[in-house]
């Protein structure tokens, strides 16, 4: 099986820092396109930040500047810097990939969540 493992989070303060980290394990042939979404209570979920396997990034404005998408391909790992932080950014994060299982399959997977609180 594959699953997306999230670490980090948890409380911060505005205009502090927060690390946020995602490894995919299992059976993996290889992993393509990696990114964040956050949900926050009455909110739709949105894109945070994405990166292709080849390094390539985008990112949701309200982040740009402040939050950095990052990946280690031989780890499997997607990790997401969040500097600058705004009680705004309060939501739970959740991690996404699209992992290819063998050269036929592919599947995208979610992690748990894990939740970012920014309050003084």
């Known amino acids: 099986q594959v699953q997306l493992g999230e670490s980090g989070g948890g409380l911060g303060q505005p205009g502090g820092s927060l690390g946020l980290a995602c490894a995919a394990s299992?059976?993996?042939?290889?992993?393509?396109?990696m990114g964040w979404y956050r949900q926050a209570p009455g909110k739709q979920r949105e894109l945070v930040a994405a990166?292709?396997?080849?390094?390539?990034?985008n990112y949701a404005d309200s982040v740009k500047g402040r939050f950095t998408i990052s990946r280690d391909n031989a780890k499997n790992t997607v990790y997401l810097q969040m500097n600058s932080l705004k009680p705004e950014d309060t939501a739970v994060y959740y991690c996404?990939?699209?992992?290819?299982?063998?050269?036929?399959?592919?599947?995208?997977?979610w992690g748990q969540g894990t939740q970012v609180t920014v309050s003084s």
């Open positions: 996404n990939a699209d992992i290819i299982i063998t050269h036929l399959i592919s599947y995208n997977y």
């Open positions: 299992g059976s993996i042939f290889s992993v393509n396109a």
């Open positions: 990166i292709t396997s080849g390094g390539v990034t």
